[in-house]
T-cell receptor, first 114, second 114 residues
Framework: DGGITQSPKYLFRKEGQNVTLSCEQN?????MYWYRQDPGQGLRLIYY???????QKGDIAEGYSVSREKKESFPLTVTSAQKNPTAFYLC?????????????FGPGTRLTVL | AQSVTQLGSHVSVSEGALVLLRCNYS??????LFWYVQYPNQGLQLLLK??????LVKGINGFEAEFKKSETSFHLTKPSAHMSDAAEYFC????????????FGTGTSLTVIP
């Protein structure tokens, strides 16, 4: 079945450590996205990528980094520079990035900083 | 700037009663509008979307929404609530002026009372 996988589902990190969240899709979508979800704040865009080897910052990119070396993969690294990283992280993809195309979401990764 | 307002962060209805979740948007150009549902600790699933054409849009699980340009609204309704409808609901807007990004509301948590 086609879809988006995110791993791990739960992740614990000590303060000062970098951690990488995985996102893989087999939908053959060009565009991929990373969102952060906090209670009562909806979804906020961290980074997005329209094609391989290209990505743009979203609204809250500080303290995060990404890469897009393959069409199927868009990993997100939460660095020690992110002051409040505890949150639910969602990865999404869409056919060529266009305003009328819906985004398809993965199951999410819950990151907790200890 | 584009934005979405969801009135009522928490809505409770009795099983079998009408569900009405409100969404108002701001957009300087014709919008594309989406409703997503999220169950606890899961990703978002598309319920329905409006792009062009008929302003009354039908989605999955018996939900529908009506695009009203004069009121800048896209409210979500369901005639009869079911226990399985209890979830978080997000409205989102996109348009050509945003560079194809989605802007999400802060969400409405629906409780269904037996």
């Amino acid at each position: 079945d086609g879809g988006i996988t995110q791993s791990p589902k739960y992740l614990f990190r000590k303060e000062g450590q970098n951690v990488t969240l995985s996102c893989e899709q087999n939908l053959n979508h060009d565009a991929m996205y990373w969102y952060r979800q906090d209670p009562g704040q909806g979804l906020r865009l961290i980074y997005y990528s329209q094609i391989v080897n290209d990505f743009q910052k979203g609204d809250i990119a500080e303290g995060y980094s990404v890469s897009r070396e393959k069409k199927e993969s868009f990993p997100l690294t939460v660095t020690s520079a992110q002051k409040n990283p505890t949150a639910f992280y969602l990865c999404a993809s869409s056919p060529p990035q266009a305003p009328y195309n819906e985004q398809f979401f993965g199951p999410g990764t819950r990151l907790t900083v200890l | 700037a584009q934005s979405v307002t969801q009135l009522g962060s928490h809505v409770s209805v009795s099983e079998g009663a009408l569900v009405l979740l409100r969404c108002n948007y701001s957009s300087s150009v014709p919008p594309y509008l989406f409703w997503y549902v999220q169950y606890p600790n899961q990703g978002l699933q598309l319920l329905l979307k409006y792009t062009t054409g008929a302003t009354l849009v039908k989605g999955i699980n018996g939900f529908e929404a009506e695009f009203k340009k004069s009121e800048t609204s896209f409210h979500l309704t369901k005639p009869s609530a079911h226990m399985s409808d209890a979830a978080e609901y997000f409205c989102a807007v996109s348009d050509l002026a945003t560079g194809n990004q989605f802007y999400f509301g802060t969400g409405t948590s629906l409780t269904v009372i037996p």
